[in-house]
Nanobody, 119 residues
C-alpha cells in the first residue's frame, strides 16, 4: 500500500508564498504521475498541477501557470508545490495524489493540507 502525507500548508497574506510537500512511502510506490489537487469550501475538487515521475514533465491548470511550480525528488519519494503570488481564491485544502498509469484516475491520495490566503 502507498501512503502520501502532505505538509507545508498554513495562513499567508495575499501575495505571499508557501511550499507544500508530499512524502510518499510504501513498497508498491512506483508512480507514473504525481499530482496536486485542491478543494475550496463548497466547491468540487479540482486538479492544479502534475509531474511525470520519470521524465519530470510538468503540467498546470491555466489559473496557476506562472505562479505555482511542481517538482519532485525521486530519491526521497517526494513531490513539492511552490506557490507564489498567492491570492485569496487559492484558499483550499490541497491534496497530493499518485497515479500508476500514464492517464486515468489517481490511485492514492493524501489527507490534505489547508492553505488559507488572507486579503
Amino acid at each position: 500500500q502507498v501512503q502520501l502525507v502532505e505538509s507545508g500548508g498554513g495562513l499567508v497574506q495575499a501575495g505571499g508564498s508557501l511550499r507544500l510537500s508530499c512524502a510518499a512511502s510504501g513498497r508498491t510506490f512506483r508512480p507514473s504521475t504525481m499530482g496536486w489537487f485542491r478543494q475550496a469550501p463548497g466547491k468540487e475538487r479540482e486538479w492544479v498541477a502534475a509531474i511525470s515521475w520519470i521524465g519530470g514533465n510538468t503540467f498546470y491548470v491555466d489559473f496557476v501557470k506562472g505562479r505555482f511550480t511542481i517538482s519532485r525528488d525521486n530519491a526521497n519519494n517526494a513531490v513539492f508545490l511552490q506557490m507564489n503570488s498567492l491570492k485569496p481564491d487559492d484558499t483550499a485544502v490541497y491534496y497530493c495524489a499518485a497515479r500508476n498509469r500514464v492517464e486515468g484516475v489517481y490511485d492514492y491520495w493524501g489527507q490534505g493540507t489547508q492553505v488559507t490566503v488572507s486579503s
